[in-house]
């Protein structure tokens, strides 16, 4: 474990890379991990690049450079996050990671139909005010009606995109430390504990900038919930929608 040391040798890095689809708790994540002082983060760089028009080549230059640590640092861990689906060369990235020795965190979420009701909610937050994660009590977007055929698309995506994710985590064979966004909501001190561990660093009191947006009880949150339900009647879908982890009230 390493904390209270001032100096950390280049060998004694342990680098990360946060792999997560969308609405499983990255951010949230994120941003504790940043406020440690022994971990350096970055957000999503990779989107970023994409954005601006860079190709795979200049995403593995970036992601090299900033996994090589100085050869003696202040940090004892340093990573980023990145969906698989911004990782514009997979093979090439896989290779990149197993030369740096990278640890992998895989955020998920078991409850599918909540992660696709917060996408809908994010983009929503994201028209209003231009964040796509909540930072203020005061701009958190109200109930609202969820169009079935979109609600059904996602959820489709959604499977597809765990799959794809599962896929590539399980080909990397690095060492992977699986985190559900439930488990987060219900221990966040224990999921912290297991990070650290994971990332060879000592526990410390850490702050998140985030907060969750979309209601844990879905019908605070949709405001056509018995029609959305009944559209998944008979499938596994239909429980989901009847979890309350977080009460609200």
Request: proline share 6%; net charge negative; hydrophobic share 40%.
């Amino acid at each position: 474990m390493a904390l209270n040391r001032p100096f950390f040798l280049r060998q004694e890095v342990t680098p990360f890379v946060i792999l997560f689809i969308e609405r499983d708790g990255s951010t949230y994540m994120t941003s504790m991990l940043a406020s440690h002082p022994a971990i350096e983060m970055v957000y999503e760089r990779f989107s970023v690049m994409v954005l601006r028009g860079d190709g795979a080549a200049e995403q593995l230059a970036w992601a090299r450079e900033y996994f090589t640590a100085p050869l003696i640092g202040r940090r004892a861990a340093m990573g980023f996050k990145t969906k698989l689906v911004d990782v514009l060369d997979p093979n090439g990235f896989a290779t990149l990671l197993h030369e740096k020795g990278c640890h992998i965190i895989r955020m998920q979420r078991r409850n599918t139909v909540k992660a696709v009701v917060s996408r809908i909610n994010a983009r929503r937050l994201y028209e209003a005010t231009g964040k796509w994660n909540l930072y203020d009590q005061s701009d958190r977007v109200p109930p609202a009606v969820i169009d079935p055929a979109e609600f059904h698309q996602y959820l489709q995506e959604r499977e597809q995109d765990e799959q794809a994710l599962d896929d590539y985590v399980q080909r990397l064979q690095l060492p992977t430390l699986p985190i559900a966004y439930e488990e987060l909501l219900l221990d966040r001190d224990g999921v912290l504990a297991s990070v650290f561990s994971f990332l060879g660093v000592e526990p410390h009191p850490v702050t998140a900038k985030t907060m969750k947006h979309t209601r844990d009880d879905l019908r605070e949150a949709v405001t056509n919930f018995d029609e959305l339900r009944e559209s998944v009647a008979g499938t596994p879908y239909a429980a989901m929608f009847d979890e309350v982890l977080v009460p609200t009230r």
